[in-house]
């Protein structure tokens, strides 16, 4: 399958880092950016237009304008699927995002502690109102592992990404634990679903 990764976090565009690409998108004859692309996945993001050190300080207009610039006129070519990160919360990148484009439907992640769950709960609430199926939700930083001993720990709560997705009438997705190796193979650009992916993780 064909699929692109636009990064929709304005204001703290994480995918360059994570997909390890650099570099401004090349234009096309008729003036539209060509994604970069890495791992087979064609990527957009802020990230590549900025400076990586430099904050984005814009008001909600400009921001749902960029988001608009980066969902109309980028070069996507044939995909069969276009996979939109976007950042916590139900601001206005979201209402923008499913503004402009018919949208197959929204997986929510959550850490499973009650502070992140309140977010989580109007996140799925805000898409249902615009009539976006809710897919379901991800339960992140699930379980931290000691790497010496094995002993788990929850550290930011047991199930409650479930419990929510109880009373939502929604399916969970998945776990994603709270390990080392995630988080060094995101900051090198390694994700590890490609380079351990064989691993528990």
């Known amino acids: 399958k064909e699929v692109g990764l636009l990064d929709a976090d304005i204001y703290g565009p994480s995918i360059p880092k994570m997909m390890n690409l650099k570099g401004n998108p090349e234009l096309t004859p008729k003036n539209l950016m060509r994604p970069l692309k890495n791992y087979g996945i064609a990527c957009m993001s802020m990230g590549f237009l900025i400076e990586e050190t430099a904050p984005v300080v814009w008001r909600g207009l400009m921001v749902m304008s960029a988001v608009e610039k980066l969902l109309r006129q980028v070069d996507w070519g044939q995909l069969d699927y276009l996979v939109i990160d976007m950042p916590p919360g139900t601001g206005d990148v979201q209402l923008s ?13 959550s850490t499973p502690q009650d502070v992140a769950l309140l977010d989580a709960r109007k996140g799925a609430e805000m898409f249902r109102k ?23 720990t929850h550290i930011f709560g047991a199930d409650g990404v479930r419990d929510l997705a109880k009373t939502l009438g929604l399916d969970i997705l998945g776990d994603v634990p709270l390990h080392i190796s995630i988080r060094e193979t995101c900051d090198s650009g390694q994700p590890v679903v490609i380079s351990q ?4 993780a």
Request: hydrophobic share 40%.
């Open 97 to 109: 995002v499913s503004q402009n484009i018919p949208i197959a439907g929204a997986v929510i992640v």
């Open 130 to 152: 615009v009539h976006v199926p809710v897919l379901g939700l991800v339960q992140n930083m699930s379980v931290f592992q000691c790497p010496k001993c094995k002993h788990e």
């Open 197 to 200: 992916p064989q691993s528990d």
